[in-house]
């Protein structure tokens, strides 16, 4: 579904409003530190959340210990993903001279450079601190840097390390989690999904357990709850959707073809930000609701 | 090379037992039963959490063999929350289910 959206939004902005390859640059870098910001804010939102959930079951626990509390998302991982945004910014930084005539020569030199170092770091964190995926799209891409010949078309270049790129973005996709084939969301979706449902089983047990009056008010405290939880899957997908865009970008460029990234970028940028808007007024009505149950 | 495939298979077969319980209780209408439902879901629940953070980490064969005994017993409990009439057989059957559970992120939550 998500995939589908991304691939339109591609298919309808290709040849409007285009510009050169080396201006649709700069807003694929914003959309990779937007990417950045979302990830920090969306992985907060579910340490947040998951945490809720290990205090009302450590209420149910004979004793209280740190066992029962840890971040779903570590302190580090979060370092890392930021980490890893940072390196494609990088990237797309280069790439920006690349693509430029007057600044090409300086590049090239840059570009090996970079390649490097990229090789060297992840090489150390794979399997450590990154999903694996992420770590060896990295590698990859460091290594297909360093061998870059000088004089070579640009679009050559992007489209040589364009498969490395995208094993990037689709493992980090990858790690937010889509539907399998039978319907169920696995990652951090599938988490927190399954969170929700733990939240809203708190509802039914109550409605058993009220009389009638109390019914209808836990009935309609059920049903937002449900609502929530649907948007903050629709909000853990947008982030989804902005990584598998930034992708798609890098595909157009290295296929040659003048996207407007800026448009792609905004898209999704928009998109997001209304679901936060609506994860947060949802929130607000609970609170005011009274919340719980 | 995509997420952990062991670690990623026991997240999902606890995320489905999860959801097996949860259509137990959407079927429960008696609130004491309802309620100890809900206190095995929050067990899972639990072990869905540190599965979900172990996603991405390396295991060793050892850990993936016990996994794979773990996967075993989650589909014979997914089965049996189905078809158990007492709650006290599905309680107890969710408990053995864990004790397996517990082992192998223990063992997989030490390479981190």
């Known amino acids: 579904m998500t995939a589908l959206f991304v691939a339109l939004c591609v298919a309808s902005l290709v040849g409007c409003t285009a510009g050169s390859s080396a201006e649709a640059i700069p807003p694929l870098r914003q959309g990779v530190v937007t990417a950045n910001q979302q990830s920090q804010t969306a992985f907060a939102d579910v340490n947040a959340m998951l945490r809720e959930q290990q205090l009302d079951r450590v209420v149910n626990q004979p004793t209280l210990s740190e066992d029962a509390f840890f971040s779903a998302i570590a302190a580090e991982e979060l370092a890392v993903w930021h980490r890893a945004f940072a390196?494609?910014?990088?990237?797309?930084?280069?790439?920006?001279?690349?693509?430029?005539?007057?600044?090409?020569?300086?590049?090239?030199?840059?570009?090996?450079?970079?390649?490097?170092?990229?090789?060297?770091?992840?090489?150390?964190?794979?399997?450590?601190?990154?999903?694996?995926?992420?770590?060896?799209?990295?590698?990859?891409?460091?290594?297909?840097?360093?061998?870059?010949?000088?004089?070579?078309?640009?679009?050559?270049?992007?489209?040589?390390?364009?498969?490395a790129v995208q094993d990037i973005f689709l493992s980090m996709a990858e790690a937010i989690g889509t539907r399998d084939a039978e319907g169920n969301l696995e990652g951090v979706r599938g988490t927190v999904w399954t969170?929700?449902?733990?939240?809203?089983?708190?509802?039914?047990?109550?409605?058993?357990?009220?009389?009638?009056?109390?019914?209808?008010?836990?009935?309609e405290q059920y049903?937002?709850?449900?609502?929530?939880?649907?948007?903050?899957?629709?909000?853990?997908?947008?982030?989804?959707?902005?990584?598998?865009?930034?992708?798609?970008?890098?595909?157009?460029?290295?296929?040659?073809d003048r996207v407007s990234a800026a448009g792609l970028i905004r898209i999704v940028q928009e998109e997001y930000k209304g679901l936060r808007d609506e994860i947060a007024a949802m929130k607000a009505a609970r609170e005011a609701a009274g919340g719980g149950q | 090379m995509p997420a952990n495939s062991e670690i990623k298979k026991l997240h999902k077969q606890l995320m489905k037992t999860h959801r097996q319980l949860s259509r137990r209780l959407d079927q429960t209408s008696d609130a004491d039963e309802a309620g100890r439902i809900l206190r095995e879901m929050e067990e899972v629940n639990f072990r869905v959490m540190m599965a979900g953070r172990l996603l991405f980490k390396e295991t060793t064969a050892a850990i993936d063999a016990q996994i794979a005994k773990v996967l075993e017993a989650g589909a014979e409990l997914d089965s049996a929350i189905k078809e158990l009439e007492r709650i006290k057989d599905i309680v107890k059957g969710v408990g053995r289910f864990l004790t397996l559970v517990d082992k192998a992120l223990d063992a997989a939550k030490l390479l981190i």
């Open chain 1, 87 to 163: 390196s494609i910014e990088v990237y797309f930084g280069k790439l920006e001279m690349l693509l430029s005539p007057d600044r090409r020569t300086e590049v090239e030199g840059e570009l090996r450079t970079l390649g490097t170092d990229l090789e060297q770091r992840y090489a150390v964190a794979r399997g450590e601190e990154l999903p694996p995926g992420i770590a060896a799209g990295f590698v990859k891409l460091g290594g297909l840097l360093v061998q870059l010949k000088a004089g070579q078309d640009a679009v050559v270049i992007i489209r040589k390390v364009n498969p």
């Open chain 1, 195 to 219: 969170a929700w449902t733990q939240q809203l089983g708190t509802f039914q047990v109550a409605f058993l357990n009220a009389d009638s009056a109390q019914k209808r008010r836990i009935a």
């Open chain 1, 223 to 256: 049903l937002e709850m449900l609502g929530e939880r649907e948007a903050h899957d629709r909000a853990l997908a947008s982030f989804r959707a902005s990584i598998l865009a930034l992708g798609a970008a890098h595909d157009q460029l290295a296929q040659g």
